[in-house]
DNA sequence: ATGCCCGTTGTTAACGGA
């Protein structure tokens, strides 16, 4: 089985783009970030068309997740689950997680916010909507069941994981201490992280800015994570970063993540 | 060549992205 996660930056931009590449990498499932639909524009059809069925969670102009699969979307569960701090109760729901059972695995497609700037109120919504996660996750993760978390955590793991961490100063996220304490306290409910391969260069980046030649400089970040518990992590058999969908022209600004199952 | 930002909207400027 082949699972994937990719920020698409638009399913209606990148529709055609997304077609092409479903049919060329043939994944079983995909999670998929920046929607950026409506409920309505979603190309539903379209994508049934190319043998996939969809799971949606579509908050309009910003964020916005889904789950395609060809091998069935059982127990599907919109959001995270409401609780004590739960971030979202304060201000608009954001679209920012989708869980569903994809022939018998179980996955998460999660598009963590960004934090704009450690200063920013949006950063602490991020390490807090972070903690949410963790809790909503737990149980499938103590589960007997091949289960990830895949997505856009918009966290950089490790200082190795972006081009140049001297062009981060105090008030840059992704990078800081916090937020990778927040991602790893997922290993405290039984994920750990899948590994992709790079297929060029060192460290596989999962994001390159569109502005100045980011792709062809390989000035990139790696954000986008798989995290697997046990019988997930168990079944792996290969895990990549599909950069070559982020060549040429109309393609997002992220590569999707490649992970092969022996399940 | 992988090539000089992109996507969305009470659109023609503003904002988010990271």
């Known amino acids: 089985m082949r699972v994937a996660t990719w920020n698409i930056n638009s399913i209606g931009a990148r529709l055609p783009k997304l077609l092409e590449w479903l049919e060329r990498a043939a ?9 950026k639909s409506t409920p309505e524009a979603y190309p539903l059809k ?24 060809k091998v069935g979307l059982d127990d599907v569960t919109v959001g995270l689950t409401p609780g004590p701090g739960f971030p979202e109760a ?11 059972t994809c022939g018998g695995v179980r996955l998460w497609s999660v598009y963590v916010p960004n934090g704009r700037e450690v200063d920013n109120p949006h950063y ?16 499938d993760a103590a589960g007997p069941r091949p289960f990830a978390v895949l997505g856009d955590f918009n966290v950089a793991p490790t200082d190795k994981d972006v081009w140049d961490i001297s062009l981060f100063g105090e008030n840059s996220t992704h990078v800081t201490q916090a937020e990778r304490d927040a991602v790893t306290a997922l290993e405290g409910v039984g994920l750990r992280e899948v590994m992709p391969r790079a297929l060029k260069y060192d460290v596989p980046f999962t994001y390159w800015d569109y502005r100045e030649l980011g792709f062809p400089k390989n000035k990139g970040m790696r954000i986008d994570l798989v ?12 895990s990549y970063v599909d950069r070559e969908a982020r060549k ?5 600004d992220h ?8 399940v």
């Open 124 to 139: 602490a919504y991020k390490l807090e909507w972070l903690g949410a996660l963790r809790a909503a996750v737990a149980a």
């Open 227 to 238: 995290y697997g518990n046990a019988p997930f992590a168990a079944a792996v058999s290969d």
């Open 255 to 262: 590569a999707p993540v490649v992970v092969d199952l022996d």
């Open 27 to 35: 994944p079983d499932a995909v999670c998929l970030q920046e929607l």
């Open 46 to 69: 379209e994508l049934e068309e190319a043998g996939y069925t969809s799971a949606v969670n579509a908050g309009g102009r910003w964020n916005g997740v889904a789950i395609l699969s």
């Open 248 to 252: 040429g022209k109309g393609t997002s």
């Open 90 to 100: 304060d201000g608009p729901h954001e679209a920012r997680a989708i869980s569903a």
